[in-house]
């Protein structure tokens, strides 16, 4: 659209008349003034072409025969200047012009043809028509630049969509830059190219979003996009029905939404690890209060079994089965007292530990109990350091590793190893296997 071109609807129009013949140049003038028009003229082609980049016309009424050259001539170089081609050029021409002379100023870029004589109403009249059609013109060029400036300009990315295939049919700049391409390989790719094309996101999953959308006007959805680079992430996707330039289409926008969503993923890490002490903290209170009344209840047993040995002789019939009772309450205090710990109303006995000797040590009481089918594999890490921990706990730990290690093995031969080693762990790893995220990252002793 030409830059001068008069977009303002209120006012008036420009037209210039050109015409060698003064009384008909007059009327011509007149008639359209006396409508509201701003009316400029003058007799020559040469004069015309002066005038024409100097008052930028909405329309120009040239005549056919020109004392300085062929109107139609003149309307051919109109429609070839830059400057002046949107112009509307009506030629006025005589009865005697004929059909193929006409053809030939349209051929020549004439927008139309007015015949003398002619009323001066139905001159009026079909200047007035002719701009309408320009008005029309001017409107939809309007809009188009209007739906290009926001299209262009929108901190969305947004895709023009065909509704029957799906295809991109036009992409603005934003949403080049949310999947790291050019234009024109959204408009070759497919919907596939640009989505995990896996169950929900596939390229039919897309259409039946693109479905609903055209029956209801819009539609939004979170979709896991695939950028040029073979990258996934998630897009937020507004679908919205709309046409443009006569067509029915849908209007994507894109909003790439991954911090977003990691951010939630991270919020709900959090409210699981929250859930999780809560858990642990409820779990230590139950197991202190039992470790508590438990460990008065050994108190009896283990007074009494003492005061029973220290009246029996050593020959008595019953003097083992008195020990034996006192050997497992004994046991027994042991596991409440690492209950009390647990719930923090005890205190474990912390110190310097060799873990390969307490494993050699546990391997050797559990060979006995194990099948016949099982076999107990030793792999203890040469020159591995101390580590601070409370040998029973450490006991419980390998036991259970080895008892339950055997269980899975089953009636079939099977080896069951324990291996030590020492390894350097990172936060993340460390935050991974647990809750704990303060461990500090650095060497730590492994048992497997």
């Known amino acids: 659209m030409h830059p001068t071109l008069n977009v303002n609807p209120d006012a008036p129009h420009r037209i210039l008349v050109v015409d060698d013949d003064e009384d008909l140049r007059f009327t011509s003038v007149r008639v359209l003034r006396k409508a509201g028009h701003e009316v400029a003229e003058c007799g020559t082609g040469g004069e015309a072409m002066d005038r024409l980049v100097e008052i930028q016309p909405d ?13 139609r001539e003149f309307c051919e170089r109109i429609k070839g200047h830059p400057e002046l081609s949107d112009i509307l050029v009506v030629m006025l021409s005589s009865e005697r012009t004929s059909s193929s002379d006409q053809i030939e100023g349209l051929v020549k870029g004439a927008d139309g043809y007015l015949t003398r004589p002619i009323a001066n109403k139905e001159l009026e009249a079909r200047v007035e028509s002719y701009l309408r059609l320009r008005r029309a013109e001017v409107d939809r060029l309007l809009a188009e630049r209007s739906y290009r400036e926001i299209f262009d300009h929108s901190p969305d990315g947004i895709a023009v969509h065909d509704p029957n295939t799906g295809a991109i049919v036009d992409a603005n700049p934003q949403l080049c830059d949310v999947y790291k391409c050019n234009r024109e390989t959204l408009i070759a790719g497919s919907l596939a190219d640009f989505s995990e094309n896996a169950e929900p ?28 680079t073979g990258e996934l992430f998630w897009s937020e996707v507004r679908l919205s029905k709309a046409t443009i330039q006569g067509r029915t289409r849908i209007l994507a926008f894109v909003r790439d939404i991954s911090e977003r969503r990691d951010a939630e993923s991270e919020r709900h890490a959090l409210e699981q690890r929250i859930l999780q002490a809560q858990k642990m903290e409820s779990l230590a209170l139950l197991a202190g209060g039992i470790a508590h009344d438990f460990n008065n209840l050994l108190a009896g047993i283990l007074g009494n079994a003492s005061l029973a040995l220290t009246d029996l002789s050593p020959v008595s019939p019953v003097r083992e089965s008195v020990e034996a009772i006192e050997s497992s309450a004994l046991r027994a205090a042991e596991l409440a007292r690492q209950m009390l710990a647990y719930s923090g109303k005890g205190r474990f006995v912390v110190a310097d530990t060799d873990l390969n000797a307490v494993v050699e040590e546990m391997a050797h009481l559990l060979q006995a109990s194990l099948p016949k089918k099982v076999v107990l594999n030793l792999m203890p890490a040469d020159e591995l350091p101390l580590v601070s921990a409370d040998v029973t706990q450490i006991r419980q730990v390998i036991m259970n590793l080895i008892t339950n290690a055997a269980e899975a093995v089953g009636d079939r031969p099977g080896t069951v190893t324990v291996a030590t080693s020492r390894q350097h762990c990172e936060n993340s790893y460390l935050a991974a296997l647990w809750q704990d995220t303060d461990l500090p990252a650095g060497d730590y002793v492994a048992l497997e």
Do not use: C, I
């Open 59 to 71: 329309l120009v009424l040239l005549d056919v025969n020109l004392p300085d050259g062929d109107g």
């Open 201 to 228: 996101y596939t390229e039919q999953d897309f259409l039946k979003h693109m479905a609903r959308a055209l029956d209801k006007g819009t539609h939004q959805m979170e979709w896991r996009s695939r950028r040029a």
